[in-house]
């Protein structure tokens, strides 16, 4: 069964960082991608990256201030987040689905994710 566990949320003022940990338990082969998603108070929630084999994608509201990264000897996936605004308070998860392709910027939606994490909050705050 596969599993995802997160760790790293937390309070952080504006122009801050935070790095953000998925550990990974169950897959059977390598053929997966694994993926970060948030949602905000109120709001949808939104696709930000995702890693696999085959490709990585950021959307375009964190490009530039945020990296995905894997450690496949763990394996976890990390989001590193820095330059962080006050906009980016959420409730962070990751997710992860079988198929290198759901990193492509026409198929990374969570509505087709297996797995998600249990979330982690992020509160970004003077």
């Known amino acids: 069964q596969v599993q995802l566990v997160e760790s790293g949320g937390g309070l952080v003022q504006p122009g801050g960082s935070l790095r953000l940990s998925c550990t990974v338990s169950g897959f059977t082969s390598g053929d997966y991608a694994i993926g970060w998603f948030r949602q905000a108070p109120g709001k949808g929630r939104e696709a930000l990256s995702c890693i696999s084999d085959e490709s990585t994608y950021y959307t375009d509201s964190v490009k530039g201030r945020f990296t995905i990264s894997r450690d496949n000897s763990k394996p976890t996936v990390y989001l590193q987040m820095d330059n962080l605004k006050p906009e980016d308070t959420a409730v962070y998860y990751c997710?992860?689905?079988?198929?290198?392709?759901?990193?492509?910027?026409?198929?990374?939606?969570?509505?087709?994710?297996?797995?998600w994490g249990q979330g982690s909050q992020v509160t970004v705050s003077s």
């Open positions: 997710a992860a689905r079988h198929g290198g392709w759901w990193c492509g910027r026409d198929y990374y939606t969570g509505a087709i994710a297996e797995f």
